[in-house]
């Protein structure tokens, strides 16, 4: 079973306001991944990382950063949400880049 | 670049049905072929994956078969159940190289009625 968590599952938030939304793993997997899924179900990678002090933009241009500080943690910050912030966040960790990924449960954010 | 479609949803079906979903892909090189399962309020878990022409991967009564020839890999499964109903995706990744990334569907909810 897949460990690989995160926080909050649902977020409902004013424009402007900084937050971080939190995905940690147990399973000391070096290659992380944040997803943002729009509500016609599609994914597009919006961040990824290799290891520790790596981190890469993804696919869709995104004005959310992240950090990786820890082996095990992930976070995604937006400093400044608008309601085009909407969406579901999906982070996902593998153990090399060829094999398959591991899922978190999503948190679902809502901008005001 | 690569390129993967799978039949639009959504798919509605009365228990004990028979399921197919259509998935084909465009890749350069030889990708690995995967099948992930959404539930309801949950991320993404694997169901079944093939990572070379032929192979067949199968899990929980469903099954894909990965098809060079036709550059697919339908999803199937010969009875559903009302426990089955999610969000399908097709997903492709190239082997080999630095280039890890997923390429995904679009999804196909599926709904099965008792």
């Known amino acids: 079973e897949a460990d690989i968590y995160q926080t909050p599952r649902y977020l409902v938030i004013g424009t402007g306001k900084k937050i971080t939304l939190e995905c940690s793993q147990t399973m000391g997997h070096d290659k992380m991944y944040w997803y943002q899924q729009d509500p016609g179900m599609e994914l597009h990678l919006i961040h990824y990382?290799?290891?520790?002090?790596?981190?890469e933009k993804g696919d869709l241009s995104s004005e959310s950063t992240v950090s990786r500080i820890r082996t095990e943690h992930f976070p995604l910050t937006l400093e400044s949400a608008r309601p085009s912030h909407t969406s579901q966040y999906l982070c996902?960790?593998?153990?090399?880049?060829?094999?398959?990924?591991?899922f978190g449960p999503g948190t679902r954010l809502t901008v005001l | 670049g690569n390129s993967v479609t799978q039949m639009e949803g959504p798919v509605t079906l009365s228990e004990e049905a028979f399921l197919t979903i259509n998935c084909t892909y465009t890749?350069?090189?030889?990708?690995?072929l995967f099948w992930y399962v959404q539930y309801p309020g949950e991320g993404l878990q694997l169901l079944l994956k093939a990572t070379k022409a032929d192979d067949k991967g199968s899990n929980k009564g469903f099954e894909a078969t990965y098809r060079k020839e036709t550059t697919s890999f339908h999803l199937e499964k010969g009875s559903v159940q009302v426990s089955d109903s999610a969000v399908y995706f097709c997903?492709?990744?190239?082997?080999?190289?630095?280039?890890?990334?997923?390429?995904f569907g679009k999804g196909t909810l599926l709904t099965v009625n008792p």
């Open positions: 997903i492709s990744q190239n082997s080999g190289g630095s280039n890890y990334k997923l390429t």
């Open positions: 890749a350069t090189g030889y990708p690995s």
């Open positions: 990382s290799y290891g520790v002090n790596s981190t």
């Open positions: 996902a960790s593998s153990e090399y880049v060829s094999y398959e990924q591991f």
